[in-house]
């Protein structure tokens, strides 16, 4: 019933902005209005920009999905509306605005032409908010191949930390539940954009098994992403080299919690299930667990 002169604008997946998630069936469905597709950069849901994350493969299929359902237009979050003096110039995240914009003009842009864009307008400091950034730093041509790397390898240990088997885990964008209430991966809906998907989050013995080897999995991927970067044969500056390592540590303990986090949700969610005694013994050492954690 709107203008025909309204530009109409949707989201690129269904439900905020999962990567994980599908392309939003809506886009093209405007009923010939011109539409537009938002995307989120610079980390809602894969890190809230701290922790280094690409999308390049992301934003280039969906990009193309959008162009082949008649989309005109895109545009790109580079912050949250609920952080302050932050936002995608302050992080390695902004390949993904590289990545956004060369891939809008050109689908077919080759992932090493976007990286090579990006190294040129060089590193910024992930422990500096955006008011005191200092200009960013090329990357020399010896480092490029492994801060390339690095930036590939980014959302396969993200993806292990704050989703569980493809569903976001995490609440109010990247943080630890802070209830057995608060997560989007224990919701039946998710099954209507993702056939049998809840199926995959019940609280079975094998599920919780998976879900567990996935959490360790994304502890080791961080700790291997430090080797592959060998920050401290990088051409940069001392305190840059001071903050990746500081970015890393946290990153550690960050996917720590969230292996602590899951095994208390899914045990608590499986002891109420069953009532038995065994499961709520596991449940209140996985709780003692997250307790201890939070000291730490």
Same mark, same amino acid.
């Given at each position: 019933?709107?203008?025909?002169?309204?530009? &109409?604008?949707?989201?690129?997946?269904?439900?905020?902005?999962?990567?994980?998630?599908?392309? @939003?069936? &809506?886009?093209?469905?405007?009923?010939?209005?011109?539409?537009?597709?938002?995307?989120?950069?610079?980390?809602?849901?894969?890190?809230?920009?701290?922790?280094?994350?690409?999308?390049?493969?992301?934003?280039?299929?969906?990009?193309?999905?959008?162009?082949?359902?008649?989309?005109?237009?895109?545009?790109?979050?580079?912050?949250?509306?609920?952080?302050?003096?932050?936002?995608?110039?302050?992080?390695? @995240?902004?390949?993904?605005?590289?990545?956004?914009?060369?891939?809008?003009?050109?689908?077919?842009?080759?992932?090493?032409?976007?990286?090579?864009?990006? =190294?040129?307008?060089?590193?910024?400091?992930? =422990?500096?908010?955006?008011?005191?950034?200092?200009?960013?730093?090329?990357?020399?041509?010896?480092?490029?191949?492994?801060?390339?790397?690095? %930036?590939?390898?980014?959302?396969?240990? %993200?993806?292990?930390? %704050?989703?569980?088997?493809?569903?976001?885990?995490?609440?109010?964008?990247? =943080?630890?539940?802070?209830?057995?209430?608060?997560?989007?991966?224990?919701?039946?809906?998710?099954?209507?954009?993702?056939?049998?998907?809840?199926?995959?989050?019940?609280?079975?013995?094998? @599920?919780?098994?998976?879900?567990?080897?996935?959490?360790?999995?994304?502890?080791?991927?961080?700790?291997?992403?430090?080797?592959?970067?060998?920050?401290?044969?990088?051409?940069?500056?001392?305190? %840059?080299?001071?903050?990746?390592?500081?970015? &890393?540590?946290?990153?550690?303990?960050?996917?720590?919690?969230?292996?602590?986090?899951?095994?208390?949700?899914? @045990?608590?969610?499986?002891?109420?299930?069953?009532?038995?005694?065994?499961?709520?013994?596991?449940?209140?050492?996985?709780?003692?667990?997250?307790?201890?954690?939070?000291?730490?």
């Amino acid at each position: 019933s709107i203008s025909d002169d309204i530009i &109409l604008s949707l989201k690129n997946s269904p439900q905020d902005f999962y990567p994980t998630w599908p392309n @939003n069936p &809506l886009i093209g469905g405007a009923s010939g209005r011109t539409q537009w597709v938002e995307f989120d950069l610079w980390g809602q849901f894969f890190g809230h920009g701290f922790f280094p994350c690409s999308q390049v493969d992301d934003i280039q299929q969906r990009l193309d999905y959008c162009k082949q359902r008649g989309a005109k237009g895109v545009s790109f979050r580079i912050d949250f509306e609920c952080t302050t003096d932050t936002d995608i110039f302050n992080g390695f @995240n902004m390949v993904n605005l590289f990545a956004g914009g060369m891939l809008a003009s050109d689908i077919k842009r080759s992932h090493d032409d976007i990286y090579r864009a990006w =190294m040129d307008y060089g590193l910024s400091d992930p =422990m500096k908010n955006t008011s005191a950034e200092t200009p960013p730093v090329p990357v020399r041509p010896a480092d490029r191949k492994r801060v390339q790397d690095f %930036m590939k390898a980014t959302w396969s240990a %993200m993806e292990k930390t %704050m989703y569980v088997r493809g569903l976001c885990f995490a609440s109010y964008s990247c =943080m630890f539940p802070d209830s057995i209430n608060s997560t989007q991966a224990g919701s039946p809906g998710i099954d209507t954009w993702i056939p049998g998907a809840f199926e995959k989050v019940k609280p079975t013995d094998e @599920n919780i098994r998976l879900i567990m080897e996935e959490k360790n999995a994304a502890e080791r991927e961080i700790l291997g992403l430090r080797e592959m970067l060998k920050i401290n044969e990088l051409q940069i500056p001392a305190s %840059m080299k001071a903050s990746l390592n500081t970015m &890393l540590d946290l990153y550690h303990h960050y996917a720590t919690g969230f292996r602590y986090c899951a095994a208390a949700y899914f @045990n608590a969610k499986k002891a109420i299930q069953t009532k038995q005694a065994t499961d709520v013994a596991a449940a209140r050492r996985a709780a003692d667990d997250v307790v201890n954690y939070r000291e730490e």
